[in-house]
Each structure stands twice: as structure tokens, then as C-alpha cells.
């Protein structure tokens, strides 16, 4: 009997270590099954929209008090109030439910939004800008990694919230200030078209100071073809430009692709867009650790800045790194990269870089107000 037992044991054991492993090595297959839409994409049955002239469908405004406002040590962030230049944020995909969009008016969803996103991301930008950054419905996470039919419509009726969110921010916010546009994997995807229907070749191109274009790789000729007037940054000073990078490790695995919808003609081939972001220089030189003043992980508390974290190169259009630390990561975080995969460092695009990203935000800013000053001296009579 207790031969039988102990064999019963072992055999449940071997199975649960099994199954164990089996999960795990395909735990990105199942979790994108997971979260797969099971119905039909319906405008009809899409959350209701946000109304942009409502606090609420914000995550971030300068009157508001938010997780935009906060800041690593040793460095404030301006008087948004006061500030003479705007953000406009889009953020990454935060919603990881079953439909095809998801609601703007979930109070836990909302709180994620604002925590691995605003928190993290925007908050960047709070030394040189008064932030805004609209809530929206965005699109299934599957939306990113097939391209049909549904998952364009998804995407579709998200970037509709964010060119309504635009329209409004210009009218009741903005009203012809300099702006920076700043994005992140879907919002990325959402900046980019943005920027070809509302500011390429249009009067409010005189107002970019710069668009950062962070996580979905963009062929650089796919931007010369749909942004003729707006070039790729090749100095920390360049204003008008973009900047967009997607960092990777040497020999990383891509276990999910998160790619840019594609409506229609197939994509354009060549090398994605590629700003190395110590350096902030559109070429193939590497840069040392040396030159990264911090990454920065506000999630955590107390908030972390680690200088020198990784260097940077840009390959093959990729911006490779070199971490050798592990990161400070809740145990979602490290759910989500492992599903990613080993090296691929998607989640952290912006944490990797943040103070660099402060920095220059402010640099950019200020030579954008040079311009601008010795323009309008220069049409004095």
C-alpha cells in the first residue's frame, strides 16, 4: 500500500512539474488566448466614448493633482501652470480584458493606466511641460499582433478618441502653444497617425517641438513617404523631428510581436527608426553606460534612479543594451517580461532612459523658445 501511495506521489509530482513546465514555456500563447476577443468586433457594443471637455476622461491635466506631477529625486518638475510648452502623452496598451476596446470609466483600469503608464512615462516630461494625457478606448492587446479586420477596426475606433482628445486639447488647452508629442508601443501607433492627418502639412506643424515615437518599429522610409516635413532628430537640440527607439538585448527572443497595424498596402520594408537616446544622434555609433544619467523606476517605493544602468547602439534598428542588474520589478512586471521574452526590454523603454529623456525634453524645449524668440525679433518692424 504505501508502495502504491508513494507512487501515486511521485507520478502526481512529475505531472504537476510537467504541467508546470509546460505553462511556462508557453505562457505567452496562452495568455494571448486569454485575452483574444470571443465576439465579433461591433461599433455598436464599444464602451462609451470619454468626453474630452471633462476632467474625468483624463489621466493627467495641469490643474489636476496626478501621478504626472511626480518626480525622482533631485529634480523637480516646473509649474505646469506657468510652463510655456505642452505634452501632449499617448499612453501604451494597459488594458488586458476580453473585448476588442477597452472602457474609459473603469475605476481599476483607470488606476493601472495611471500607474504603469502616467507614473512612469509622463512624468518625464514635468521639467520642461504641463502635461495632458487623454484617456481613451484602446485596443485589444491581439489588435498589435495580427493584422485582421477586427483588430484594425479596434485600433481604429481607439485612435478616433485620440484625434477627438487632439481636437479638444487644441481648442480648450493648448491654443497655439509649442507642444511636445509623446507616445509609447499603441500609442505610438496612434502618435504616428496623428501626426500624418493633424499636423503634417498643416499650420500646427510649426508648433511640434519634437515627437517622441517610442516602441513600435517604424521604417524609416515609411516615415519619409507619410511625414515628408517632419525629418528624424539627429542632434539633442533639433526641434521639429522624431525620436523613437525599441530596445532590445544582444540575442534577445520576441516571444509576442507587438507591430503597427497595417491598413491596406502591405508595410515598407528597411530599417525601423532608430534616435539613441544617450546620445540623441540618428546614426550606428554606440554609446558608453557612462553617459546614462539614470534609469528610473518611480513604481516602486522609494523610487529608484540607477545611473549608468546600460549603454546603447542602434543595430540593425534596433537601439541594443547591455543591463546587467536586475530591475526593480513587481511581480507583474516580471509576468509581463517574461511573456515578452528574455532581452526584450519593451516594458522599460522609457525607465531605461528616463533622465536622459528629462534632460533633453528641456534642451529641446529651450532651443525651440530661441528659435522662437529670435523669429519674432526678427519680423519686429
Not at 504537476?16 to 513546465?21: E, Q
Not at 518638475?77 to 473603469?106: K, L, M, R
Not at 516602441?215 to 539627429?234: F, K, W
Not at 544622434?281 to 539614470?294: C, K, S, T, V, W
Amino acid at each position: 500500500m504505501r508502495n502504491k501511495l508513494r507512487r501515486i506521489t511521485v507520478a502526481t509530482l512529475l505531472a504537476s512539474t510537467l504541467l508546470g513546465v509546460l505553462l511556462v514555456m508557453n505562457f505567452a500563447s496562452i495568455f494571448l488566448w486569454s485575452v483574444t476577443p470571443r465576439t465579433p468586433f461591433s461599433k455598436a457594443r464599444a464602451p462609451t466614448p470619454p468626453d474630452y471637455t471633462q476632467p474625468s476622461a483624463w489621466s493627467a491635466l495641469p490643474e489636476l493633482h496626478d501621478l504626472a506631477d511626480k518626480v525622482p529625486p533631485s529634480s523637480p518638475g516646473v509649474d505646469q501652470s506657468q510652463a510655456p510648452v505642452d505634452v501632449f502623452y499617448i499612453h501604451p496598451t494597459t488594458y488586458v480584458g476580453g473585448e476588442w476596446n477597452g472602457p474609459t470609466d473603469d475605476v481599476a483600469l483607470n488606476a493601472a493606466t495611471d500607474r504603469v503608464a502616467t507614473l512612469i512615462q509622463a512624468s518625464a516630461f514635468n521639467a520642461c511641460c504641463a502635461i495632458y494625457a487623454p484617456r481613451y478606448r484602446q485596443a485589444n492587446l491581439t489588435a498589435f499582433t495580427g493584422q485582421d479586420e477586427e483588430g484594425l477596426a479596434a485600433v481604429d475606433l481607439a485612435y478616433q478618441d485620440i484625434a477627438a482628445a487632439f481636437r479638444i486639447w487644441r481648442e480648450k488647452y493648448n491654443q497655439g502653444r509649442p507642444f511636445i508629442l509623446a507616445a509609447h508601443s499603441q500609442g505610438t501607433v496612434h502618435a504616428r497617425r496623428l501626426l500624418r492627418e493633424a499636423v503634417s502639412g498643416t499650420p500646427v506643424r510649426q508648433q511640434l517641438v519634437a515627437a517622441y515615437l517610442i516602441g513600435i518599429p517604424i521604417p524609416e522610409e515609411t516615415l519619409r513617404q507619410t511625414l515628408p516635413d517632419i525629418p528624424v532628430c539627429a542632434s539633442p537640440e533639433q526641434t521639429g523631428c522624431l525620436i523613437g527607439w525599441n530596445a532590445r538585448g544582444a540575442g534577445h527572443s520576441e516571444r509576442i510581436q507587438v507591430r503597427e497595424p497595417v491598413m491596406g498596402t502591405a508595410p515598407a520594408s528597411g530599417p525601423a527608426l532608430c534616435v539613441n537616446p544617450l546620445t540623441w544622434r540618428h546614426d550606428l555609433e554606440p554609446a558608453p553606460r557612462e553617459r546614462n544619467e539614470g534609469a528610473v523606476f518611480l513604481e516602486v517605493v522609494p523610487p529608484q534612479v540607477m545611473p549608468g544602468l546600460t549603454g546603447a547602439q542602434c543595430k540593425d534598428g534596433k537601439l541594443e543594451v547591455l543591463v546587467d542588474r536586475d530591475l526593480p520589478r513587481d511581480f507583474m512586471s516580471r509576468l509581463l517580461d517574461h511573456t515578452l521574452g528574455a532581452g526584450n526590454y519593451h516594458p522599460v523603454e522609457f525607465q531605461l532612459f528616463y533622465m536622459n529623456i528629462r534632460r533633453n525634453a528641456a534642451e529641446r524645449v529651450a532651443a525651440f523658445l530661441r528659435t522662437s524668440a529670435t523669429a519674432d525679433t526678427r519680423s519686429e518692424p
